[in-house]
């Protein structure tokens, strides 16, 4: 059975490990302060390291789920108990595999770089994924594995991981901002909030997911949708005089232009 090891336990971690076959994997936690890893531990059913290095020392797989701005500290305690059949698989963003590889201070260690998005708390993330030269094939089909237990893996050339951020990671505020903004106009023509704010975010939901099952483009729904002459088209034709399309493309280039100044 292999380990695997969770440096830092906050929500990302906490949602990945709860979607983890405990009988299929043996896992470890370990945090800042070892009274409240104890006691997370015990909520998860997994076992409490008790310092970082004793976790590296017994996992296959170290997860490191710690700020961006804590990992280089988080590793420089843990370049001497590293090895090339441990692999690190690292959710901090805009860390890259070149920057991880520098930190770990090794030639070859075996590195995965992963992004998971905020679904992941209900078991339905979008995660990128890319590896480094170092790592097998068995070890790639485990960290993806790991993942898959709370979502979909997308394999990413790392060049384009700063798209994915933004298309994956941060669009999901722009997707409430769009159901808010609809629901608004249902309180508008006399729907209470509540009410409305669900029914737009179950028509949201169902639309996606009949763009994933059918398989079709999505303005050959749109098409399908729009009546000759009818009601929906006009709200088409509103959105596209508004420059729906363009804000929203604005939007995601505004934030991957964002995450390249954070580097």
Known sequence: MQTIGFIGVGKMATAIISGLDKNKFEIIISGHNLPKTKKQAE?????????????????????????????????????????????????????TLSDLKHLADSENQPIIRVMPNINAQIG????????????????????????????????????????????????????YMFIDAMARAGVLHGLPKDQATAIVSETVKASAEMLLQSGENPWSLVDKVSSPGGTTVAGVVSLEQN?????VIDAISATIEREKHLK
């Open 124 to 175: 339905q993330s979008t995660s990128a994924i890319v590896k480094n030269e170092f790592v097998d094939d068995s070890a790639y089909e485990i960290a993806q594995r790991i993942f898959n237990a709370v979502g979909s893996v997308h394999e990413i050339a790392e060049k384009d991981f700063s798209t994915f951020a933004a298309i994956a990671g941060s669009s999901p505020a722009f997707i």
């Open 243 to 247: 420059h729906f399309g363009g804000t």
């Open 43 to 95: 909520e998860l059913d997994v076992k409490a390291a008790e310092n970082h290095e004793e976790l590296v020392q017994q996992s296959d797989f170290i997860v490191l789920s710690v700020k961006p701005q804590v990992l280089p500290s988080v590793l420089s305690q843990l370049i001497n108990h590293l090895s090339k059949d441990k692999t690190l698989i690292s959710i901090a963003a805009g860390l």
